[in-house]
T-cell receptor, first 108, second 112 residues
């Protein structure tokens, strides 16, 4: 059974700083997803990573995938307050399993 | 393009009562998912449909939860009888070909 672990679970950072969220998964995963969830809202798809070495960037967020290490990272560059949300990674091995989420707070 | 539609958005019921949630996926999406998200946790897959067939329901508590997808389009998730621990957001999602998965706004259930 695929298990997905994220760390940190809580992250408070200053605007302008950089940080990385880590996502480890236990078995082979066909693809790796990153989602954003704002309080009281549904999940918004950020990235879908399909192959080893895949890197995708959107604005201040960059996601990468290392299938050999079973590790995906979500890197935040020069954080701004609007990035405050909970970020989930999810692996897919015939069914999608989510991590517990990283609750990010960006402070001015 | 219309997104995944869910109703009702909010429901409060007493324990041992029953409740049903409805989902209309994005047009043409063959795969439909129901997830349960308890406050402070990641979503947990309850059931996955491919058209009107069940792909995975291994985490569905079948003694009280049931789901169907009539004609491979809309889906209904039912809980009977509800327990306090069923309080959660029930998220419906759909996908075309298994890459990007689109989530609905969710149905918030409180069992008192």
């Amino acid at each position: 059974e695929l298990k997905v672990e994220q760390n940190p679970l809580f992250l408070s950072m200053q605007e302008g700083k950089n940080y990385t969220i880590y996502c480890n998964y236990s078995t082979t995963s066909d693809r790796l997803y990153w989602y954003r969830q704002d309080p009281g809202k549904s999940l918004e798809s950020l990235f879908v990573l399909l192959s080893n070495g895949a890197v995708k960037q959107e604005g201040r967020l960059m996601a990468s995938l290392d299938t050999k290490a079973r590790l995906s990272t979500l890197h935040i560059t020069a954080a701004v307050h609007d990035l405050s949300a909970t970020y989930f990674c999810a692996g897919d091995n015939n069914d999608m399993r989510f991590g517990a989420g990283t609750r990010l707070t960006v402070k001015p | 393009e219309a997104g995944v539609a869910q109703s009702p958005r909010y429901k409060i019921i007493e324990k041992r009562q029953s409740v049903a949630f409805w989902c209309n996926p994005i047009s043409g999406h063959a795969t439909l998912y129901w997830y349960q998200q308890i406050l402070g946790q990641g979503p947990k897959l309850l059931i996955q449909f491919q058209n009107n067939g069940v792909v995975d329901d291994s985490q569905l508590p079948k003694d009280r939860f049931s789901a169907e997808r009539l004609k491979g389009v809309d889906s209904t998730l039912k809980i009977q009888p509800a327990k306090l621990e069923d309080s959660a957001v029930y998220l419906c999602a759909s996908s075309l070909g298994g890459n990007t998965i689109y989530f609905g706004e969710g149905s918030w259930l409180t069992v008192v």
